[in-house]
């Protein structure tokens, strides 16, 4: 079964020889919706390859306040966690499933292994890295230059994208939390553009009219 979960993706990316591998060391675990993966401060000897689902990849700082840096959905891998789990370092990120998900740990120490030793995985890691620096680069100019109405928006038309589905299961307060901001003035905002017919609101629901 795992292989095969692998391969309806990953060989289309990866040699043969390299999909064999990773079936060999590789740890296929499945998570829940919220389950937590990993969190600030942890070390992290693994590298995530996910098979389904979608992981939301988010930062904290000092004063707990949070932002969203990107998501990871089917055949995608956190290439912060490369560095971090190469160099013993503790993780700056947390990596929560937004969804349930299916996932293949690889252990760490691999990483330089098959960087000599395979074409696909040297492709596969420098494309995941320009890939997960843009989504940065976009979450930061989204947060320093977008208005909150814009961001809102941007926010839930992503999740669309990466839910797979128009109506969104969420809270008023969850959305406020990952934007960074109050339940009140996210509230308020909802309920403009469900006026401009954007969106509309259920309880503990919205669904997305234009995406």
Known sequence: MIKEKLTSYFNVVFEEALV???IKVGVYKKVRENELLLDLGDKFD???LILSGAIKISHED???DEIVLYYL???DTCTITFGSGLHGAKSE????????SEIIF?????MDEWLAKYKSWRTFVIDSYNTRLSEMIEAIDTLA????DERLFKYLTDKV???RSTTLTTTHQEIAQDLNTSRVVISRLLKQLENEQKIKLFRNKIEVLEY
């Open 145 to 148: 230059f977008k208005k909150m």
């Open 20 to 22: 064999d591998e990773i």
């Open 161 to 163: 994208k990466i839910m």
């Open 62 to 64: 000092t004063k707990g």
């Open 93 to 100: 990120i947390r990596g929560v499933a937004e969804m349930d």
């Open 46 to 48: 693994k590298i995530p």
């Open 106 to 110: 690889i252990p760490v120490e691999k």
């Open 73 to 75: 959905e089917h055949g």
